[in-house]
């Protein structure tokens, strides 16, 4: 599946890894730090068939579902080297973007079915540091589905649409969106 980041309004190739000292290399979602509107999901490499790293980044990966407890249904991903070509597409959502009081950056569905596999999340909010201002998330998306991209600050900054079809993945400005499938939302809200 091919990787994608978007942060700060652009859809970018590739989502960017870094060193963890007991972890190995892992992609790090979220804040981590004090308060409790932080909390930081480290996503590690399977240690057997990792992901090809380039320049820092993973730009093909698979998601491996490790179940830890069967009795209370906990478990975590990892990413590792694709065997064979998939539709999908893995996409790394920031939000975070310029603080602004009692915003919130976030997502939400508009189409289809995309997978949230990982959600971390931070607060830039010196003073409270008790709910979180912005997420950060790993989603799985296929032909077919659309999130709404909320970044942190958004009465000042715009909205966007993450769009995956069958020529790839595509971020627009939700009012875009919004005129290109206009029949497609009415149906879908009435």
Sequence with gaps: M??????????????????????????????????AGNYQEKVELLRKNPPEIKEGAIFD????????????????????????????????????????????????TIKGNPEDLVVGCGTDDIVIRQNPT?????????????????????????????VCDEDGMHDLFFGEYKNKFATVIKEEFI
């Design 2 to 35: 091919k990787c994608f980041t978007w942060e700060y309004g652009q859809l970018t190739t590739g989502i960017q890894v870094e060193r963890d000292g007991s972890l190995g290399i892992i992609v790090s979602l979220g804040q981590d730090g004090r308060g």
């Design 61 to 108: 990966a698979h998601p491996v579902k490790i179940t830890a407890n069967l009795e209370q249904d906990r478990y975590f991903y990892m990413l590792a080297k694709p065997t064979e070509p998939d539709p999908r597409f893995i996409v790394r959502i920031l939000t975070r973007w310029v603080y602004a009081y009692r915003t919130h950056g976030k997502w939400r």
């Design 134 to 162: 912005w997420y950060d998330g790993i989603v799985l998306f296929s032909p077919g589905d659309a999130v709404r991209v909320k970044p942190e600050g958004a009465h000042e900054n715009e909205k966007y649409a993450l």
